[in-house]
């Protein structure tokens, strides 16, 4: 069977913004006028929010010009003695002994997959709604090892640290004299007087030290953190390398949305605690390399100079954070790396020579796999046939279906990729063609060529999206498939209403989600403002869902939406940095319409890493 011509579909962009809402940057190319449409389908991303759209990018820029001015207060004051301004920590001890805190347990490492965590969040000041969203960030990893408790941090009470095998503050919003500090003093004294491991990301660690005194908090930690800045001589820098584990991981950040990192101000002195540098970060400003201490340890504190999840890729620093749980959580955890590929946007369509193809080669080296099918395909504009609206089903191609039947006697397992992998008969935001647009959400594609989430369907609610669940799978039912364990979301985007539902009808979803503000909190879901989030390896998210990881993107040959191609080699790249997770997958997707010798390149290399591929079903 010979195909009809096909444009090629865009690849995830490398650079994924996590603020204010979305920040999010990746896109999908936008049709061309003359152009035939295509069955094939393409990269599952999410949209580009970018400075066009307005506030997003306006947020981030506010955000970080907020801690810029933060730390110029905080710099004016430092040579003030605070001596008085707190109780002592002797008057404070002695108040805790006798509101009668809770009795300290030795910390021991928690049962696999029980370890419980506790994650407090900043809420206060102008982007005080950020807070919740790096919070978000933060429990879904923490979803790898247990069960996971988030709060405001202003929530915290006495002995509450003991309840928990680890805890993680992010330190979102920069108090000082014109916002008040909202993190509670015994906070910062259990931190101080604890063994249990805390995890400090980002701003007020210098109010810690302030409030249980310097000299304490130098003794304790071997560090002052009041005189720990992320400006040196008046810039930020370009810190643009963290290398942790043996891996340079890249850190990329616009002009104006950049915080910079904390350099903290490690003492010297034979009798100071020992401090030990866990990552390294590197600033190239001026055309010289400088190099300081990015996320450190000392006693049960590991602090980390930024938030990482802004404007995230597939070899970010973020991987720091997501390798170091494992010191608090699963200490034990043996070093091993696993990998996982699945086939993507399989239609009724699909050509049947080409997937057995790949089925072979996959077969032949014995590589087990998913395989993303789409169950109906639609073209209700005629795109692809001449103006003629069509419709084909699964059941009308039994070829294509025994093909199917061929992969999952070989390797494959079966997965969901949505009923159709389009909306109605609109553009969204191309064409309305299967594959091709998005099916729970809406999109639109702006003047930059840039796609542009607009929110979830106008219908969308727990009963339309089962609706299209279960035709679905009784299309799979009708042709004699099994019922699918795992999903993953047509273009990676719908509402968190149709996440829920997906989690009632399949074991996992293997995707890059997104999550919304008021997940937390309670507060009714503002689709205006999410996260979106890969793993380096499963999780319970915030949905108490369970999502498999896809940490790599795609194999995409040719530039899209000022998007470079991702080869193989890239992948292989991808893969190489995320390593350094010790317990840590390398999982890719491949469009099963290109060549076989990509997919030969990029299994061959990932396997020369040292890693092993698993069934994707295997982790349910």
């Known amino acids: ?21 979305a920040l999010l940057a990746g896109g999908f190319l ?27 990018a306006k947020d981030l820029k506010g955000w970080a010009a907020a801690q810029r001015s933060g730390e110029a207060e905080r710099r004016a004051e430092v040579a003030k003695s605070r001596t008085g301004e707190k109780r002592t920590l002797a008057q404070r001890l002695r108040a805790a002994k006798s509101t009668g805190p809770k ?57 509450m640290l003991e309840d928990y095998d680890a805890t993680v503050y992010i330190g979102s919003t920069y108090y000082g004299d014109d916002l008040p500090d909202a993190v509670p003093d015994d906070f910062y004294l259990d931190t101080l007087l604890s063994e249990r491991p805390v995890t400090w990301i980002g701003d007020n660690i210098w109010n810690m030290a302030n409030s249980v005194s310097l000299q304490e908090f130098e003794y304790r930690y071997g560090w002052d953190p009041t005189n720990s800045f992320s400006q040196v001589d008046g810039s930020v820098g370009q810190i643009t390398k963290v290398t942790y584990k043996g891996q340079d991981l890249t850190r990329t950040q616009p002009a104006g949305q950049d915080a910079g990192v904390i350099h903290p101000a490690v003492k010297t002195g034979s009798q100071d605690a020992p401090v030990t540098t866990l990552a390294q970060m590197t600033d190239t400003a001026g055309g010289t390399e400088k190099t300081s201490p990015y996320a450190i340890r000392s006693g049960n504190l590991t602090y980390i100079g930024e938030i990482p999840f802004t404007y995230v890729n597939e070899t970010d620093r973020i991987i720091v954070l997501q390798d170091l749980l494992f010191d608090a959580l699963a200490p034990d955890t043996a070093e091993q790396h696993r990998a996982m590929v699945r086939l993507e946007d399989i239609t009724p369509l699909s050509d049947a020579t080409s997937l057995r193809a790949v089925a072979d080669y996959l077969k032949s080296q014995n590589i087990p796999y998913g395989i993303n099918v789409i169950p109906v ?31 999952l006697s070989n390797g494959a397992v079966l997965m ?14 191309y064409n309305g063609l299967t594959a091709d647009d998005f099916e729970f959400y809406r999109a639109h594609v702006d003047a930059t060529d840039t796609v542009v989430y607009d929110g979830p369907a106008t219908e969308d609610s727990a009963e339309w999206a089962q609706s299209r669940v279960t035709a679905a799978l009784a299309e799979f039912a009708r042709v004699g498939l099994p019922v699918p364990k795992l ?23 293997m995707e890059r989600p997104l999550y919304f503000s008021g997940t937390l909190s309670g507060a009714p879901t503002d689709s205006s403002r999410y996260l979106g989030q890969f793993f380096p390896y499963p999780v319970t998210d915030v949905y108490g869902t369970k999502v498999l990881p896809e940490n790599l993107g795609s194999y995409e040959p040719e530039s899209h939406n000022n998007n470079p191609p991702r080869l193989a080699a890239d ?11 010790r317990d840590g997958f390398a999982s890719f997707y491949y469009h099963p319409y290109q060549p076989v010798e990509p997919l030969k390149e990029t299994v061959e290399g990932i396997q020369a890493l040292g890693y092993t591929f698993v069934s994707p079903e295997s982790l349910i």
């Open 571 to 581: 992948l292989i790249k991808n893969a190489k940095a995320n390593l350094a997770v």
């Open 487 to 509: 999903w993953t979301t047509p273009h990676y985007a719908a509402s968190a209403t149709d996440y829920k539902v997906f989690a009632q009808n399949f074991a996992a979803r």
């Open 30 to 56: 936008a049709p061309a006028a003359s152009a035939a449409g295509d069955a094939r389908g393409g990269a599952d991303r999410p949209a580009t929010d970018t400075a066009a759209t307005g506030l997003r």
């Open 377 to 407: 395909y639609s073209d209700p504009k005629g795109v692809q046939n001449n103006g003629v609206a069509r419709t084909v089903k699964l059941s009308q191609r039994p070829a294509l279906v025994n093909t199917l039947k061929y992969m």
């Open 416 to 429: 969901d990729h949505g009923y159709t992998h389009q909306y109605g008969n609109v553009d969204n935001p």
């Open 1 to 21: 069977m010979t195909e009809p011509w096909r444009r090629s579909r865009p690849a995830w962009l490398a650079l994924i913004a996590l603020a204010v809402a």
């Open 103 to 159: 009795a300290k347990s030795a910390p021991r490492a928690a049962e696999p997959g029980k370890a419980k965590t506790l994650v407090l969040y900043d809420t206060a000041g102008p982007f005080g709604h950020l807070g919740e969203l790096y919070a978000m960030g933060v429990a879904n990893l923490g979803g790898h090892f247990g069960t996971v408790t988030a709060k405001p941090v202003q929530e915290y009470t006495s002995g």
